[in-house]
Structure formats: structure tokens, C-alpha cells
């Protein structure tokens, strides 16, 4: 209420100079416009693999776009394509796998930038296993996700077999176990098997097994359709947000990382944000790869993907296109 006299007094002052410039009233205008509200659900806790998120949230480039941003952290029963789909979030992180299952179950959202050019889950291996090669995975243990989709893709492609334990969440067996190899978030934990007294894990990258999923922001189609410039604002300003975080000083996310997750220590939080860059995960390796990479996705990938879960049966043959899966539309 106390913009309006100033407001009426802009437009009194121009009603008397005939020199008065349009801007002093939009300005005005723009003062008083309210931020449009995105609720965003992420997939885990406070992490450095919301770096963009809360970067963009601590230097105000979300404020800056019009937006009032608020960030729910996850964890193990987030539920974000649920939540997303029943609006009780606009937008939220997940991998395009499960997303991709949900769109063919007919969910309402869609894929509208990536977080990660690659899903950082990898196979974790003790420096000194034997293993090297996906083909020496035949006949071993393997600790993962029953219902992760890159193990039918590695027996099918290899044509090899494997034991299955349910993934725990520990590196606890990991540590004490030297033959086992693991599923593990990149990111994350080799920073807890270091300091459990283990050693820097080797990978088995599933990208580079042909098997290229992303990690995705995803958005409610019907908010979509009807805040389109919202949706722009807000990927603009997470990909600068990303882009600071990587470039610049991190302290700022990470102070807000630590408010939201009082698990976050420095140390940890530098760590992962180095394995972040080291692999490129959010600009992208290659030619294509750099700070204009951020967010990019491309219907190319999201067919390849298509297809392979097909091929798996995971996927329902001709359940989900490429125009359903994803878009474009609000990348910068």
C-alpha cells in the first residue's frame, strides 16, 4: 500500500510534463507486482546436486526473474512425481527413467531441462577387483537396486549374468567387503566410503555403456501450459544458478545447503561439488559439452532412451513419444 501514493504521483507529474517517459509509470507497475509462487520437490536431502537450486535461491536470481522459489528437500520416500503430478509441486528433480514410466502410466508431467547431462548412478569397485570391463561382471555380486534398468540392459547387451542383493544404503559392506561392487551415487558416496577408512572407489560409468539416462527437472503439465513465461524465468535462472555454483564461490548454496540439512559438513559438500566438475556431470563432456550445455536436452536422447526400454519391456511398446516425454520450449 505504500507504493500507491508515489504511484499516483508518477502519473500526476506526467499528466503536467509533456517530456514524461512511459518507463516512470511500468516501473512503478512493476514494483507492485506480486512474485509468481514455483514450489520445487527435490529428490533427496540438501545436497550438493541441488547446486543450482539453492545458488540461484541465495544470490536472488530467482527474485531477480519475479519468482518466489520454494525448495522442499527429499529423501527416500519424496514421492516428487507424485507430488508434481498432483500440483503439489510445480516442478521437481528426478531421473528420466522413472519419469518416463510414469508419463506412459499416463502421470501429467513432462521433462522440461536436465540437471545432469548424465544420472550419476554408478558401479562402485575396490581398486584392486579384478573387474574392469562390464563383460567381467558375469557370474559376480552385485549390490544395486532390484529395480534399477541398467541391470536387464547390461545382461541383455553382454549377454552376461549376475547375482543380485538389494541395494541397503550403506557402504558399510562395501567397505569391509573387497570383492563387492556396488551401486552408488557418484556424487556422494565415495566421500562416506573415504572416510568410513576405505579408498577412493573405481566406476563402471553406465554412460559409458551405451546406457544414457539424464537427471531432470520435471513439471506439471497443466501448471505448464498456463505459466509458460514463469517456467522460462525459473529454468533461466536455475542454469544460472548452476553455472555460478560451478564457477564461482560456492559458500552461498552451501550455506543454505547446511540449513536445510544439518548432515552437510564443508568438507563433504566441497567434495561432491568437485566430483561434479571433474565428470562434467552438468555441462556435458565432448565438443557440445560447457556452461552453454547446462539444462540442454535433446529429443535425440530421449528416443535412444525410449527405445531401449522397449527393447527391455520395461517400457510399454508405443506407450510414450518423444513429444510426450519432453520439450523444449522453456530451455533459454
Known sequence: MRLLPHFLSAVAVCLLLTSCDKV???ADVALVKTPAKIIVQLDWVAEPEHGGFYQAQAKGFFKDAGL???IIPGGPNAFVIQKVATGQAHIGQGDSTNTLLAISQGIPVTQIAAVFQNDPSVLMLHAGNPVTRFEDLNGKTLM???EWAFLPYLKKKYSIDFKLIPQNYSVANFVATKDLIQQGYYIAEPYHIIKAGGEMPRFLYAWDAGFDAYAVLVANK????????????FVKAYIKGWNDYLTNDPAPAHALMKAANANNTDEFMLFSRKMIIDEKLVTGRGPEGGSANIGRITRERFQTQINQLE???ILPKDKVTVDQAMTTDYLP
Not at 497443466?222 to 524465468?233: D, F, I, N, T, Y
Open 24 to 26: 516512470w509509470v511500468s
Open 68 to 70: 518466489d522459489v520454494e
Open 144 to 146: 544395486a537396486r532390484p
Open 222 to 233: 497443466a501448471w505448464l501450459a498456463a505459466h509458460p513465461a514463469e517456467a522460462r524465468a
Open 311 to 313: 527393447e527391455l519391456a
